[in-house]
């Protein structure tokens, strides 16, 4: 059967010689694997370049339950990032956000509020002139969605993780909404986070995009 629904590209990776597969969370079945044609191939129906990191899809698909890839019949651009697809910094810290969404999130069932809070953070970041703590602000907020947000920045929720009194301090600040953190505090609060997100996701495992994203804490 054949459905609408809007769409976020979390991940691409060829599958096949003329095939891929594309990690989209969508609006109306959660986190769904898709099998897409290369663009060579005669069965291709999708331009390569609307499946780009975070972009945002007005999509038809066919959806079949239980079936481990499902199948897209059009997908068009939503709206076009100009804000981050034009900033190096900005596209760096979109593919951190697709990949840290895309390893946290399982569940292929349908969650409007979580779908939504992505969509607005890509919008943000389009629009946004201040980047250093936009990761660092993006991971506080997603562990809301994903359950396991602070639930009392009093009590000490993070000595179980190992990390010592200045790492707890530090983020009790960042809980508290401040924004004045220098480069090494910086790079100290995503060590920190992540390691409070392997807490909660084992599975998790290493990330791709941290590498190049911890260079922009010294800009």
């Known amino acids: 059967m054949i459905y609408k629904t809007k769409g976020i590209v979390l991940e691409s990776f060829k599958y096949r010689d ?37 972009s945002i899809l007005d999509m038809e698909v066919e959806h079949l339950p239980h079936r481990d890839l499902q199948r897209i019949k059009e997908a068009r651009l939503s709206c076009i990032n100009h804000g981050i697809l034009s900033d190096p910094i900005k596209i760096s810290i979109s593919f951190f956000i697709a990949e840290i969404t895309d390893k946290c999130i399982y569940s292929s069932e349908k969650d409007t509020a979580l779908f939504g809070f992505i969509k607005s953070c890509i919008n943000e970041l389009d629009n ?7 990761a660092l602000k993006f991971l506080i907020d997603l562990s809301r969605y ?10 000490n929720e993070f000595i179980n993780i190992g990390l010592d009194k200045s790492q707890q301090a530090l983020l009790i600040r960042l809980l508290n909404k401040e924004e004045q953190f220098s480069h090494a505090e910086r790079r100290q609060l995503m060590d920190s986070l992540l390691k409070y997100y392997k807490h909660h996701i084992p599975t ?8 190049v994203l911890e260079s922009l804490f010294d800009i």
């Open 146 to 155: 994903l359950g396991f947000y602070p639930a009392d920045k009093e009590e």
């Open 128 to 134: 946004s002139s201040k980047n250093a703590m936009f």
């Open 18 to 54: 003329n095939q891929s597969i594309v990690h989209v969370l969508t609006e109306e079945f959660g986190k769904v694997s898709y099998l897409v044609y290369a663009p060579q191939s005669k069965r291709a129906s999708i331009r390569q370049s609307n499946m780009q990191v975070l």
């Open 204 to 211: 998790m495992g290493n990330l791709n995009t941290i590498f």
